[in-house]
């Protein structure tokens, strides 16, 4: 599979709430980075940390969180996805960077427009 199709199916799996098969994509050391300033921005080592202390909390932190995809840049090995965010209060642009290396999910940068986000936040 190339970079795009595993991230892709990615958010395929997260769309469904499927995170034993989310987990599987992402390597153990898999670094995430959650920029901005808001009650969620960090750097997660791990997809359990990141399941436990990010995806988790989504729904509290953002009543009704959605996203949509707007579109996709890729190469052989990062892959851009341009989202649209929505949640109660929120309509916000965020960009989420992968770096995919043997098939895994290595790095995942998530670039929110971290003031909406914070201001959304409860």
Same mark, same amino acid.
């Given at each position: 599979?190339?970079?795009?199709?595993? !991230?892709?199916? *990615?958010? +395929?799996? =997260? &769309? %469904?709430?499927? /995170?034993?098969? $989310?987990?599987?994509?992402?390597?153990?050391?898999?670094?995430?980075?959650?920029?901005?300033?808001?009650?969620?921005?960090? !750097?997660?080592? *791990?997809? +359990?940390? =990141? &399941? %436990?202390?990010? /995806?988790?909390? $989504?729904?509290e932190t953002w009543p009704g969180f959605d996203?949509?995809?707007?579109?996709?840049?890729?190469?052989?090995?990062? !892959?851009?996805?341009?989202?649209?965010?929505? &949640?109660?209060?929120?309509?916000?642009?965020?960009?989420?960077?992968?770096?995919?290396?043997?098939?895994?999910?290595?790095?995942?940068?998530?670039?929110?427009?971290?003031?909406?986000?914070?201001?959304?936040?409860?």
């Amino acid at each position: 599979m190339t970079a795009k199709e595993i !991230v892709l199916g *990615g958010y +395929q799996n =997260f &769309a %469904e709430g499927d /995170l034993v098969s $989310l987990a599987k994509i992402y390597h153990p050391e898999c670094k995430i980075t959650v920029n901005g300033k808001h009650k969620l921005s960090g !750097v997660y080592v *791990g997809f +359990q940390e =990141f &399941a %436990e202390n990010f /995806l988790s909390k $989504l729904n509290e932190t953002w009543p009704g969180f959605d996203l949509e995809i707007e579109k996709v840049v890729a190469d052989t090995t990062d !892959v851009c996805v341009f989202v649209n965010i929505t &949640a109660d209060g929120l309509s916000a642009k965020s960009i989420h960077h992968f770096v995919v290396k043997d098939g895994l999910e290595v790095e995942f940068n998530i670039y929110d427009d971290s003031q909406s986000m914070a201001d959304a936040a409860h």
